[in-house]
């Protein structure tokens, strides 16, 4: 079947760096996303990887493995805004998205 | 680019009505759009795949009677919570997907239905 995995909540202090990891199998790969939502609002997409290695955009970066299935994203300088549920979805060989349940990121002061 | 609308954003009605709505993909030609509802807490749950021009395709549980999809245009689709009662009230987001490259889904603001 069809699955990703990722952490269900994490908590970090503003400023610091947190790393939500994904894993994730699929039928066929064409690609991982990560999106961002915040409560009560639509996700909205970050970033894209279909080949391994680190893409970085801004404080925000996204890692892929394909042979281990893996993927992670890196979020920097941390701030309040970055309170919000962050999304793991796979494009299988149908280039239909599996979704993860997502993991919400709390920012203390 | 890339932007993704959806009205109404949220809309109120009575057990028993019927509530459309709308997804526009403004800047691009989307020939495949999807529908997500998402309960407070939890996660997307693909409803259905809605493709311009044929009949939409709906994931297993749910209702295609009931949850009626069109996509007359490259740039429209619609949803229509038909006879909706209090069970239906959730956070229907839709998305719409550019065909090429990665295929990215970009995502409408959602509408939040609440049945009395």
């Known amino acids: 079947g069809q699955n990703i995995d990722q952490p269900t909540e994490m908590t970090a202090t503003e400023g610091a760096i947190v790393q939500i990891n994904c894993t994730y199998q699929t039928s066929g790969f064409n690609g991982l996303f990560w999106y961002q939502q915040h409560a009560g609002e639509a996700p909205t997409f970050l970033s894209y990887n279909v080949l391994d290695g680190l893409e970085e955009k801004g404080r925000f970066s996204s890692f892929l493995s394909r042979s281990k299935g893996y993927s992670y994203l890196l979020l920097k300088e941390l701030q309040m805004k970055d309170s919000a549920s962050y999304l793991c979805?796979?494009?299988?060989?149908?280039?239909?998205?599996?979704w993860g349940a997502g993991t919400k990121l709390i920012i203390k002061p | 680019g890339a932007v993704v609308s959806q009205h109404p954003s949220r809309v109120i009605c009575k057990s028993g009505t019927s509530v459309k709505i709308e997804c526009r993909s403004l800047?691009?030609?989307?020939?495949?759009m999807f529908w997500y509802r998402q309960f407070p807490k939890q996660s997307l749950m693909l409803m259905a795949t809605s493709n311009e021009g044929s009949k939409a395709t709906y994931e297993q549980g749910v209702e295609k009677d009931k949850f009626l999809i069109n996509h007359a245009s490259l740039t429209l689709s619609t949803l229509t919570v038909t006879s909706a009662h209090p069970e239906d009230s959730s956070f229907y987001i839709c998305?719409?997907?550019?065909?090429?490259?990665?295929?990215?889904?970009?995502f409408g603001p959602g509408t939040r239905l609440t049945v009395l």
């Open positions: 998305s719409a997907r550019v065909e090429r490259g990665a295929y990215t889904q970009y």
């Open positions: 979805a796979a494009l299988d060989s149908n280039y239909q998205l599996i």
């Open positions: 800047d691009f030609q989307a020939t495949t």
